[in-house]
Structures are given as C-alpha cells and as structure tokens.
C-alpha cells in the first residue's frame, strides 16, 4: 500500500490534522469515483478515494436498477441519431462512439456476474442487456477498489483543492464528519467524481449531490458548460422521493375531474420532450390543478415482473396502500437538477480533463452534452458515461500522477476554497447556512419558476442569488465537521444556481429540457454549447460543436420543413 500518512505540529492549525500523499486522488464514491479508482490501480497508480458518504451506498445509483446505455454495435447508428434527436441536435458522434464501445466492453466485466436480464418493459428499453441492482452493483465496486489496494476514506467530504505555486492541482482538503477531524491529502493527479447538484430537493439519493464539485474547480479556473440544462423535473407520488420515472412510460395521466393529459408524454421528465408550443404538457397540466397517474397500460402479467426488476419502486405505493396498476395516485415534480440533467464541469479532451493542470471530471461531475445533448441522459446513458468517464479520467490521471511525482510537501500547498470557508468579512451566527440554504431553495425548487422559465423570472430569481452570494461570501462559515460541510453545500448550491440561470438567460430558446415561455421555439442559430468561467462574476462564451450527429444544413432545412 503506498498511500502514506503523517501529522505535522510546525503550524498550530494542523494540529490533529490527518495527512496523506498519493498519486490519484478520488473525490467521490459513486460508479464513477470507483471506475476511475480502478482503472488508475490497474495503470500502477496508488489511489486514495475520499466520499461524502460511504462508498458503496450513497448517491443516486445506489437507489436505483442499474441499466446503462449497452447498444451492439449493428444498432448502434439508430441509436446515436435517436439520441442527438431528442437533445436537441447538441450531440457529437466521436464521443457517443466511443462511449458505446467502452461500455459495451466494460460493463460485462460486473454485470455477468451481479445482473440479471432485462425483462418485459425493461427489455424494451435496453435490449439485450442484464441489469443490476444498485446496492449490489456499487458493493461489488467498493470490493473491487478495495482489493485492488486503493485507501477508501468514507464520510470524509472534500471541501477544497489544493493547488501548487504554479495554479496546478495537487490534493484537496476536507473533514472526517464523525470524529469532527480535518484531513488534507497531496497527490500527483485529482478526479473529482462528486456527483451533480439537486439542491437538496429530496429526490431519491441525491442529497449528496450539492454541487461541491462544481465549485471546487471553478475556484482553480475550470469552466462549466450545459448549465442551462439543470432543470430535469422527475414524478413521484405526493410526498415520496421516488423519483424513478421509466414505469409511467405506461401510464395514463388524468387530471381532477379524470380526463386525460399529456397524451405524448415520453420519460422526458416533467420538462423537454412534449414541448409544444413553450409548454411543457405534463408540468403545464399539473400548475392547473391535482394531477394524477396509474400504470394501467401495463398488462397483468407484466405485473410481477415489474416489480421484480425495480422492486425499491413500488416499496412506496406499498407504504401508501396503493396498487398503482389499478389505483390513480396523485404525482408531483421533484427537482433532479444536474443529477439527470445535463450541464456540468466542461471536459476540454477525450481524458475527461477539465483544462486545469492536474484536475479530471468524471460522470454527473462533468457536462454530458457531447453524449445526451439538452435532454437527460436518465438512467442509462449516465449509467455509461460513469463507466466510460471514470475508465478515461483514472487511465490519464494516474499517467499523470506517474510521471509528474505525488506532493509530498503539504506545507507548500496553497488552499484554494473561499465561499463558506474563508469569509470576507464578520462570520455570520453558526447555523446561518440554514437560511441561505432554505432561500437559494426558493429560487431553483419550484416547477414555476425552474421548470418553465421567462427571462423576467430568471433576473428576478438571479438578483436574488447574487444578493446570497455576497452575504455568503462575506460571513458564511462553520466550525470543524458537519457544520464545515453544510456550510460549503450551501456555497456551492448558490454558485450552482447562478450559473444555471445565467446560462438559461442567455440560452433564448426552448431545446430540450430547457423551455422558454417567451422563446418557445427551438433557434436553429443557437445550436451551441454556452461555457461559464469564474466564480464571483461569472462569464459567458459560446463555444461550437466541434462533431455533430446532423450536419448544420440538415438541422436547418429540417427547422424550415
């Protein structure tokens, strides 16, 4: 095991102060953090994979089936132009190729031995494929990582990057939750697999997903790209968190007096997909009054097979008393954000590097735009892009790590976290992230204000957000442990949803699941990545695509048509 540890007592505030040096560090504990761990051992690396929760059952995946995007090749063109469709046309084919290919080699390496096949509607949506339960599936993954001789650190939330003198990264920094202890680590080489931002909503696993991520690279000077595709809506029964949405492909929605709505509905989400006219139908149906569901287009004997594939799916309807086969519940829409949205770290070359020295991305950490466009990769194509993302970022990150040496010498590092951290000004009380939690809440949760966006509810919403960073900026702080992390969480839902809503600004169109009531066409001319840099004052650039599925006259004759 190379991954070393040591104490220093030259400065007062390490005292206590758990250090550690490796060649690649792994900030999450997801498919993505634990592929990437894996393949960076098997390049001869040694690894260090510090979570937020505990590896292995934490985090969306770890609620879920687990299917992914696992097309044989003679399907595969189909597929891809299924797919770009769908986003918007925001696709490109090199990095879908690729991405299908390792998949397709990749994923049998667990799924042989811990899935099951795809049965009746499942089998419908990924043919040929054996799927696994989320729980098994990321237990077997920690059990790989940890024979491999990677170091797992589980509730140990990263609260900033480390850099050197010269702006490259070199370790991170955070705190050991239950023993309220701080740990800083040097490396050769970060992955930030950290997951997407959900701020909080209360969607199924995803309350680890604050963004963090996000915010920790910005700080060192990595660019976003896709935030304006961060307002995936999800179904669930009033009151759950259930948020699995690939069963209602066979529902019928009804409204109060039991007439039927959103006919066209397609697992889009509550957002994109049925968009008609600026109005999503499905969310539009439930702003007019009760909305309700019932999985009456399955036949009775798919029944028990359904509820063999995705049992945790009908553990609430269960709980309720309800038989969602023959019973109308009523739904609501739960913000998934980034989770099953789309933006994220923008990643500038096939390694999955985000452009600065020595800091890679991998899975919901990273925009998914060349793979999904402006619609939700869902389940599946998620599912592979962890895979694939986490292969490519452990692969040149440990190459990196190799060649350039670990950081040894922590006492040379430079801290590179500010917000929640370091305060401009007087701290504000100790709970006060609270409040500023519950108030950015305000501004992304609700469907009126994310869901179906105009430009003067999105200035509105911004002022707002600015207003919050500042105050955060200056007096936002917390002691050693959980109110360090909730501290942090709360900077970087703030940071998350001003890039989110700049991004929509500036994005005057509907595409996808991005929809504008006052621009409620799709704009030939905006087909575009928007990429945001810097922290405190954001900037705006645009940025083509460099290998679309459709050529641009294509898309432009199918506009006029």
């Known amino acids: 095991m190379s991954v070393s540890g040591g104490s220093s007592s030259a400065a007062r505030d390490r005292v206590d102060m758990l250090e550690l040096t490796t060649d690649v560090l792994v900030i999450g504990g997801g498919p993505a953090a634990t592929w990437a761990a894996l393949i960076a051992r098997a390049e001869g690396a040694s690894v260090l994979l510090v979570d937020k929760g505990f590896c292995g059952s934490s985090g969306v995946a770890a609620a879920a089936t687990v ?9 595969r063109e189909q597929a891809i132009a299924d797919r770009d469709a769908a986003g918007g046309h925001l696709s490109e084919r090199s990095w879908m190729e690729r991405l299908l290919e390792e998949t397709w080699r990749r994923w049998p390496e667990v799924s042989k031995t811990h899935g099951y096949p795809a049965d009746g509607l499942l089998r419908q949506l990924s043919p ?11 237990r077997e993954m920690r059990r790989r990582v940890s024979r491999a001789g990677a170091r797992i650190l589980d509730h140990a939330p990263a609260l900033e990057l480390l850099c050197d003198a010269d702006g490259a990264v070199c370790g991170a920094a955070g705190v050991l939750r239950q023993k309220g202890r701080r740990w800083r680590a040097g490396a050769g080489a970060v992955i930030l697999a950290t997951g997407g931002c959900a701020w909080k909503s209360g969607s199924l696993g995803s309350n680890v997903d604050t963004g963090d991520g996000y915010l920790m690279a910005a700080e060192v000077g990595a660019t ?20 699995k949405n690939g069963f209602y492909l066979v529902a019928t929605f009804t409204d109060a007096d039991g007439n039927e709505v959103a006919k066209d509905w397609n697992a889009g989400g509550a957002v994109g997909r049925g968009v008609a006219g600026g109005r999503s139908w499905l969310m539009q149906a439930g702003f007019d009054g009760p909305l309700y569901a019932k999985l009456d287009k399955a036949p009775p004997e798919a029944w028990a097979g359904m509820r063999a594939q995705m049992p945790n799916f009908f553990v609430t309807f269960d709980r309720l008393g309800i038989d969602p086969f023959t019973e109308r519940f009523e739904i609501e829409f739960i913000l998934e954000g980034t989770v099953r949205g789309t933006g994220g770290l923008r990643v500038v070359d096939d390694t999955c590097w985000t452009g600065v020295p020595g800091l890679w991305a991998a ?21 592979a892009w962890t895979i694939s993302s986490g292969t490519w970022s452990g692969r040149a990150a440990a190459a990196h790590a190799l060649a350039r040496g670990r950081s040894g010498e922590l006492a040379s590092v430079l801290p590179a976290g500010r917000v929640g951290l370091r305060p401009s000004g007087s701290p504000l009380p100790a709970d006060s992230w609270r409040e500023l939690s519950r108030a950015v809440q305000e501004e992304m949760l609700p469907p009126e204000k994310n869901g179906l966006r105009s430009a003067a509810k999105l200035a509105t919403s911004l002022q707002r957000l600015d207003g919050l960073w500042d105050a955060a900026g200056a007096g936002l702080t917390g002691s050693v442990g959980r109110e360090a992390v909730w501290a942090r969480e709360t900077a970087a839902m703030i940071a998350v949803g001003r890039w989110a809503y700049l991004a929509a600004a500036a994005r005057t169109e509907s595409r996808a699941m991005h929809v504008r009531v006052d621009h409620p066409e799709q704009d030939p001319e905006q087909r575009r990545r928007i990429v945001i840099d810097g922290v405190d004052r954001p900037r705006l650039s645009f940025v083509e695509i460099v290998d679309p599925v459709v050529a641009w ?9």
Not at 67 to 75: I, L, N
Not at 224 to 243: A, H, Q, R, T
Not at 373 to 381: E, R, T
């Open 224 to 243: 976003l790209s896709g935030m304006e595709f961060s307002n995936f809506y999800g179904i669930v029964p009033v009151g759950s968190s259930m948020d």
């Open 128 to 138: 040929g494929q054996r799927l696994c339960q989320g729980p098994i599936y990321l």
């Open 363 to 383: 899975g919901d950490a990273a925009s998914r735009e060349a793979i999904v466009g402006g619609a939700s990769g869902a389940g599946a194509p998620n599912a």
């Open 67 to 75: 299917g992914h995007w696992w097309v044989p090749p003679g399907r």
């Open 553 to 561: 006259g294509d898309e432009l004759a199918r506009e006029a048509a």
